[in-house]
C-alpha cells in the first residue's frame, strides 16, 4: 500500500462533513492542515484523539494550523460524534474509503496479531503549499496530538 512521504503533493478530496456540507482540500489552499484519520467516531481511542485534538484547536489555530478529521462514518454519526464531544472541526466521511486509500491510511494492519483491513490511525500534515509537510502511520491515540504539536513547534495552550 502507498504511503505519502514529505515533498508529495496531497492528493485531492472532496467529501461531505458533519453538516452533509462538501469540504474539499482546495479550501485549504495557503493554509497549513493536519488530516487525521481514525476507524470509527464514539470509539475510545478515537474519542480520545479527537477531544485531544479539539482541547489544542485553539493553539493549533494560533500558530496558522487547521485540522480536518476523516472516518468512515456517515455524516449522521460524525455530527452525533461532533455534538457529544463538542468537536468544532470538520469531521470528513469516507464511506467507500477511496480517500483513506489514496492517502495510505486504509490498507492492511495489525489488530489483536492478526493482520485484518481497516482505517490505518494515521496523521498527514499539509503545508500551505499543498504538499506533504509530515506524515505519521499507526500512530497511537494517546498522547499523538502533543507529541505532534511539539513536531510542529506549537507551544502548550
Not at 469540504?23 to 481511542?45: C, E, H, K, N, Q
Not at 485534538?53 to 468512515?72: H, Q
Not at 486504509?106 to 493482520?115: A, H, L, P, R
Not at 502511520?137 to 513547534?153: E, S
Request: with cysteine.
Amino acid at each position: 500500500m502507498p504511503r505519502l512521504e514529505p515533498g508529495n503533493t496531497a492528493p485531492a478530496f472532496t467529501l461531505q462533513d458533519q453538516d452533509g456540507a462538501d469540504v474539499s482540500l482546495a479550501d485549504y489552499a495557503g493554509r497549513r492542515i493536519v488530516v487525521y484519520f481514525y476507524p470509527a467516531a464514539m470509539t475510545p481511542g478515537c474519542t480520545t484523539e479527537a477531544c485531544d485534538f479539539r482541547d489544542s484547536l485553539a493553539a493549533l489555530a494560533g500558530a496558522g494550523v487547521d485540522v480536518l478529521g476523516v472516518s468512515p462514518d456517515e455524516p449522521a454519526k460524525l455530527k452525533r460524534f461532533a455534538e457529544q464531544e463538542d468537536l468544532t472541526f470538520p469531521l470528513l466521511s469516507d464511506p467507500d474509503k477511496t480517500m483513506m486509500t489514496e492517502w495510505g491510511a486504509f490498507g492492511e494492519k495489525k489488530n489483536y496479531g492478526k493482520v485484518v483491513l481497516g482505517v490505518i490511525r494515521s496523521t498527514v500534515v499539509v503545508a500551505a503549499d499543498g504538499t506533504v509537510e509530515a506524515a505519521q502511520y499507526n500512530v497511537k491515540a494517546t498522547g499523538h496530538v502533543a507529541r505532534l504539536r511539539k513536531q510542529l513547534g506549537v507551544d502548550a495552550a
